[in-house]
């Protein structure tokens, strides 16, 4: 099995990425905020939860993330592994996912993080803003407010995997299909230290 945590800022293109490391490796693609925005769109209770956090460009209490996402790792046992994409956000969420996926004896292969400059992120985001209808990509304060987040809460993350030797930086700028073979190159090298352990 292949647990993959695709990791970077918003805007970074881990949604764009994910897709393409589906079809590489047939994963199963776990992106919460889809999930949120899904549960938006149906108007439940959740989503309308979600949304008050979302539109702030806050996160979204770990308990309430870290139930929804168990819920979808559950009820898919015959996948060949996960892609966590936008997951975990917070040392908290990773903790919670390392008992899981150990519960499983499934543990986390690799964490991915792709490296992309903060003004790259800003014009990505302000450009996906005129097609992707999302509240919290039109506001310039909403998406400075993310990347705050990211760099106080979300980044730790990364220096907690590091610290189980996981980590990997990717070069995030430049074409798509080279950003997806960096992608490539790094969990295959992850796969075999893995293999070789
Ligand atoms: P991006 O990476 O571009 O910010 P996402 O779709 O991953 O886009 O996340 C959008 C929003 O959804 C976040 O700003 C946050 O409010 C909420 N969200 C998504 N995943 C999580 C998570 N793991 N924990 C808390 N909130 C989350």
Request: charged share 25%.
């Amino acid at each position: 099995m292949i647990n993959l945590i695709l990791f970077g800022p918003p805007g970074s293109g881990k949604g764009t990425q994910a897709a393409n490391l589906v079809q590489h490796y047939n994963l199963y693609h776990i992106s919460t905020g889809d999930m949120f925005r899904s549960e938006i769109g149906n108007k439940t209770e959740l989503g309308l939860l979600a949304k008050s956090y979302m539109d702030k460009g806050e996160l979204v209490p770990d308990e309430v993330t870290v139930n929804m996402l168990r819920k979808r790792v559950e009820d898919n046992p015959q996948v060949k592994g996960f892609i966590f994409d936008g997951f975990p956000r917070t040392v908290a969420q990773a903790q919670a996912l390392d008992a899981m996926l150990e519960d499983m004896g499934q543990p986390i292969t690799a964490l991915l993080e792709l490296k992309v400059p903060a003004e790259e992120l800003i014009v990505r985001l302000m450009n996906r803003a005129k097609t992707s209808g999302r509240a919290d990509d039109a506001d310039a304060n909403v998406i400075k407010n993310r990347i705050q987040v990211y760099r106080e809460n979300t980044a730790p993350v990364a220096e907690y995997y590091d610290q189980k030797d996981k980590t990997k930086a990717v070069h995030g700028v430049g074409e798509v299909a080279q950003i997806t073979q960096n992608l490539i190159d790094a969990l295959d090298a992850a796969i075999a230290e893995s293999n070789a352990a």
